[in-house]
Antibody
């Protein structure tokens, strides 16, 4: 079955960057997009961007353009999300999700990122 | 950006009831709409995509309808496992937005 295993919780200072990993198993990594979605505590869901693991092509939500970088390493079936210039507003749980371009079929467990001085 | 508005934000129902959650898009999205269920402490889970296609393994008491700007999620014969928060999500031309969520509580 499809599994997405994300890296552990992070605590960062304002202005720093965070890199979250998402290791896929149970399917061919290059068959589906990897999307990144975040959720602040008690809040709704916010799409950040996707990466096409096959081509490496990316698309980012305008809100995060210039601050988020999505990459992948096909040799280890892992996608990465790098978010820079962190502020307290970036404190949230970050999810990776695989699926076709239009939706999010399978989700990782989420990675809690806390931004605090 | 396309805005997605769900209603109601909270609803109370009993086991066995049938409930309906609405989702309105600020502009037409054809049938590019999915519904998700999220329980506390868990990741969301897709229930329906393309407005009315049931994801494999999802119980048939879940159904979706609509196109354009108006969409509906219906849950018939509510089970205890169904009490959760539901989100709609649209995809249109490299844009993805979610509704604010509808929390289904036990009456």
């Amino acid at each position: 079955q499809v599994q997405l295993l994300q890296s552990g919780a992070e605590v960062k200072q304002p202005g720093a960057s965070v890199k979250v990993s998402c290791k896929a198993s149970g399917y061919t990594f290059t068959d589906y997009y990897i999307h990144w979605v975040r959720q602040a505590s008690g809040q709704g869901l916010e799409w950040m961007g996707w990466i096409n693991p096959s081509s490496g092509g990316t698309d980012y939500a305008p809100k995060f353009q210039g601050r988020v970088t999505l990459t992948r390493d096909t040799s280890i079936s892992t996608a990465f999300m790098d978010l820079s210039s962190l502020t307290s507003d970036d404190s949230a749980r970050y999810y990776c999700a695989s699926g076709p371009i239009d939706r999010f079929d399978s989700w990782g467990q989420g990675t809690l990122v806390t931004v605090s001085s | 950006d396309i805005q997605m508005t769900q209603s109601p934000s909270t609803l109370s129902a009993s086991v066995g009831d049938t409930v309906t959650i609405s989702c309105r898009a600020s502009q037409s999205i054809s049938r590019w709409l999915a519904w998700y269920q999220q329980k506390p402490g868990e990741a969301p889970k897709v229930l329906i995509y393309d407005a009315f296609t049931l994801k494999t393994g999802v119980p048939s008491r879940f159904s979706g309808s609509g196109s354009g700007t108006e969409f509906t999620l219906t849950i018939s014969s509510l089970q205890p496992d169904d009490f959760a928060t539901y989100y709609c999500q649209q995809y249109n031309s490299h844009s993805y937005t979610f509704g604010q969520g509808s929390k289904l509580e036990i009456k």
